[in-house]
Each structure stands twice: as structure tokens, then as C-alpha cells.
């Protein structure tokens, strides 16, 4: 032990650069893991209690449901759904967004429209499960 | 007990007392920490690492995690966390802190003062016990709370390595 230098501990410079690249490694981190969030992948499209159909997140398209008051419009893209148009008054499921998360639904009301995302249908597992 | 005529060398007296004082330093800092109520329950400052980074100049690897051992396994049964998934998350993520700051310690030669190690310390811990946590619970989304962790580590790792310096300046805290 003798022949190393004494251990100064006063912060130098490279102190400093170690922490800027941990900074830039935190930030990255966000982006590394947003491939991660839960995304169902299969959304369940119900008018008026009757099941239209599974649709796949990960296509592009548009679905239309008709319902007791008209037309609902369905639009999933870049693995989300969305509700585009509502035929209702309030335009509440329109308004809302798109769902991003597992477990979510859009549901409107006067049309009788529930769409919800569910997991790959027969593959329906727990957390704990998995 | 130990003493000279059991053969043993004066250095090796030496080196269980110092032993046996900085494990009860560890233990000490681990149970109050633990007692310390920060405003999000289950992040800890860690300042058990600076009683590591503290011995680190003067003892060998095997001395320094004997004392993250013990203050682990003793700090632990003395709060009654001791095998509680809460304890696998901080044996884990203690021991590759650990030996992250032996690691950075020897190989950078002086290149980084205990900020830097402790940075790198408290990086490590935090990356290692979010990934224990998500296989603990089998459960990918506790990875999206990594950034949040490592962000809070450089708070952290730095406050650490900031009173370890002056510590060992003989500054006082």
C-alpha cells in the first residue's frame, strides 16, 4: 500500500463526467424500457351486447359499429385504439383518446359501443402465472 | 477470545478489532437509516455505503464485503426485515454496490474521488435491485420504474460521496 499515491478524496474532474454519462444512461433508460409498457394486443369490440369481434392492435385499420343511435367509428393505429367518430351528442369516447393500457375500455354509452382491450384471445394468463 | 498466545500474529488482533468496530459502525448506520422516514417509502439514501467507501483505501476485498455481510444479515434481523422480499432486494443490490465500488475502487487508480465511486455504487445498487424487484414479482412493468430509481441514485450516490469525502478529509459531515 505503500507505494500508491495517498487517496485525496477531493472531487475531480472525471467525478463530474461520470456523473453527466450516469445522467445520459438515466435518460436513456427511458427510452430503453418504453418498448415495455403493457400493451394489450387484441382489442374486443361489443355493440349492443353482442360481440362484433377481436381485432388485432398491431394492424391498421378502421372498424365500424353500428349501434342504436348510428355509426361508431374505430381507428387503431400504431397499436393503439381510438374512438374517431361517435354518432352520440357528447362525443365522450370520442374525446377521451386512445386507450394505451391493458384492462382499459372506451365505452359510449348511447350507442351501446364497448371496446376494450384484452390480451391474445385463449392466451389469457396472470401476472403470477407468467 | 483472541490473544497473542493462541499464535495468532498481532496484525491479525489488529485487523478482527477493526473488524468488529466498523461492522458495529455499519450495523449502527443500517438501523437508523431504517428508521429515517423519507417522503417515498421504499427509497433509502444508503449511507451504509459510506462506511464501505470509508475502508475501502485501507482494506482488502475480502474484509470489505465481510462487513456488508455481517451489517446486512445483523441490520436486517435487528429492524426484522431479516428474508423479507425487502431484504433480497438490499442484499442483492448491496452486494453488487459493493463490489461495483471494490471494482471501480482499484481499476480507475485514483481517477475518481469517493463521489464517483459512490455514484457508481449507488448507480449499480439501484439497477440491480429494480431488476431483483421485476423477477422477484415476475413482472416486466417494474422495469419502467428504472429510470425514476437511477435518477434518484445520482441524488443519492452523491450525497454519499460528498460526506465520504469530507469524512475522510477529517472535515466532519
Not at chain 2, 140 to 145: E, F, G, M, Q
Given at each position: 500500500m505503500a507505494a500508491e499515491p495517498p487517496f485525496r478524496a477531493t472531487p475531480t474532474r472525471w467525478d463530474i463526467a461520470l456523473l453527466a454519462v450516469l445522467f445520459l444512461m438515466t435518460v436513456s433508460s427511458i427510452f430503453a424500457f418504453h418498448a415495455l409498457k403493457p400493451r394489450g394486443e387484441t382489442i374486443l369490440i361489443s355493440a349492443n351486447g353482442k360481440t362484433l369481434g377481436f381485432y388485432p392492435l398491431d394492424r391498421d385499420r378502421i372498424i365500424r359499429a353500428v349501434g342504436p343511435v348510428g355509426t361508431t367509428v374505430i381507428q387503431i393505429k400504431n397499436g393503439q385504439a381510438a374512438i374517431i367518430q361517435a354518432p352520440c351528442a357528447h362525443k365522450l369516447c370520442q374525446k377521451m383518446g386512445p386507450i394505451p393500457s391493458r384492462g382499459r375500455a372506451m365505452i359510449c354509452i348511447p350507442n351501446r359501443i364497448v371496446v376494450e382491450i384484452k390480451e391474445k384471445t385463449g392466451q389469457q394468463t396472470d401476472a403470477i402465472t407468467r | 477470545m483472541l490473544s497473542p498466545d493462541d499464535g495468532l500474529a498481532l496484525k491479525d488482533i489488529r485487523t478482527a478489532a477493526y473488524f468488529s468496530l466498523i461492522a458495529v459502525f455499519a450495523i449502527g448506520i443500517h438501523v437508523i437509516e431504517s428508521l429515517l422516514t423519507l417522503p417515498?417509502?421504499?427509497?433509502?439514501?444508503?449511507?451504509t455505503h459510506i462506511v464501505t467507501m470509508l475502508i475501502l483505501p485501507s482494506f482488502g476485498m475480502k474484509f470489505i464485503l465481510g462487513i456488508f455481510l455481517i451489517r446486512v444479515i445483523v441490520g436486517s434481523a435487528l429492524v426484522g426485515k431479516l428474508f423479507s422480499p425487502g431484504f433480497i432486494l438490499a442484499f442483492g443490490g448491496g452486494l453488487a454496490a459493493t463490489l461495483a465500488m471494490i471494482g471501480t475502487f482499484r481499476i480507475t487508480d485514483?481517477?475518481?474521488?469517493f463521489w464517483g465511486i459512490s455514484l457508481v455504487g449507488a448507480w449499480v445498487h439501484n439497477l440491480v435491485q429494480v431488476f431483483l424487484a421485476a423477477w422477484i414479482i415476475q413482472q416486466?412493468?417494474?422495469?419502467?420504474?428504472l429510470p425514476f430509481f437511477l435518477g434518484f441514485s445520482l441524488v443519492t450516490g452523491s450525497i454519499n460521496g460528498l460526506i465520504a469525502n469530507r469524512l475522510f478529509r477529517g472535515k466532519g459531515v
Open positions: - | 417515498i417509502p421504499w427509497l433509502r439514501i444508503g449511507l485514483r481517477v475518481f474521488s416486466t412493468s417494474v422495469l419502467l420504474l
